[in-house]
T-cell receptor, first 113, second 114 residues
Framework: KQEVTQIPAALSVPEGENLVLNCSFT??????LQWFRQDPGKGLTSLLL?????REQTSGRLNASLDKSSGRSTLYIAASQPGDSATYLC????????????FGDGTTLTVKP | DGGITQSPKYLFRKEGQNVTLSCEQN?????MYWYRQDPGQGLRLIYY???????QKGDIAEGYSVSREKKESFPLTVTSAQKNPTAFYLC?????????????FGAGSRLTVL
């Protein structure tokens, strides 16, 4: 059974700092990996999706990398801003059925002004 | 604008009552999903449906029921058999058999049992 772990559970940084969030998974035979953002009491917003054949994806200040062989993905956030404060979740899919992804518990990020 | 609408946003239930959470999408997505999220935890799949009039159990289906009579709608009923129903419920959808199978989520419904 696929297990997804996100460490640390919480992270606090000063504004402007570059930071990395980690996601590890136990079954490397993945179809894709997706990073989401969740604001308190809200739904999830998709940030980046990496297919199993890709090594990274970029969107603005966000860069996600994937290393299938080691079962790891990282989300890099450059020049963090207070508006980046949220919980970030990764989800791993083993096939085209996106909704059967296994989700991590998330990392709650606080960016202090 | 296309999206997923969940209602109600907040719901209170007395023990022994069934309640139904609504999920409607206008994205023309084939697949729809219901998840439960408990504090500090990730999402757990309750039920999913890939086509109209068909649905499958997820990891924690006990005490829940669904229907998929229309492509746009996938309501979730939390029955009295669900022992610990207080949670945040999220509905999502995606295109079936899409290579970039991005999940789109609704804003969620918070259910509290009194």
């Amino acid at each position: 059974k696929q297990e997804v772990t996100q460490i640390p559970a919480a992270l606090s940084v000063p504004e402007g700092e570059n930071l990395v969030l980690n996601c590890s998974f136990t079954d490397s035979a993945i179809y894709n990996l997706q990073w989401f953002r969740q604001d308190p009491g809200k739904g999830l917003t998709s940030l980046l999706l990496i297919q199993s054949s890709q090594r990274e994806q970029t969107s603005g200040r966000l860069n996600a990398s994937l290393d299938k062989s080691s079962g790891r993905s990282t989300l890099y956030i450059a020049a963090s801003q207070p508006g980046d404060s949220a919980t970030y979740l990764c989800a791993v899919s083993l096939n085209t059925n996106a909704g059967k992804s296994t989700f991590g518990d998330g990392t709650t990020l606080t960016v202090k002004p | 604008d296309g999206g997923i609408t969940q209602s109600p946003k907040y719901l209170f239930r007395k023990e022994g009552q069934n309640v139904t959470l609504s999920c409607e999408q206008n994205l023309n997505h084939d697949a729809m999903y219901w998840y439960r999220q408990d504090p500090g935890q990730g999402l757990r799949l309750i039920y999913y449906s890939q086509i109209v009039n068909d649905f499958q159990k997820g990891d924690i289906a006990e005490g829940y029921s669904v229907s998929r009579e229309k492509k746009e709608s996938f309501p979730l009923t939390v029955t009295s058999a669900q022992k610990n129903p207080t949670a945040f419920y999220l509905c999502a959808s995606s295109m079936k058999h899409s290579g970039a199978n991005v999940l789109t989520f609704g804003a969620g419904s918070r259910l509290t049992v009194l």
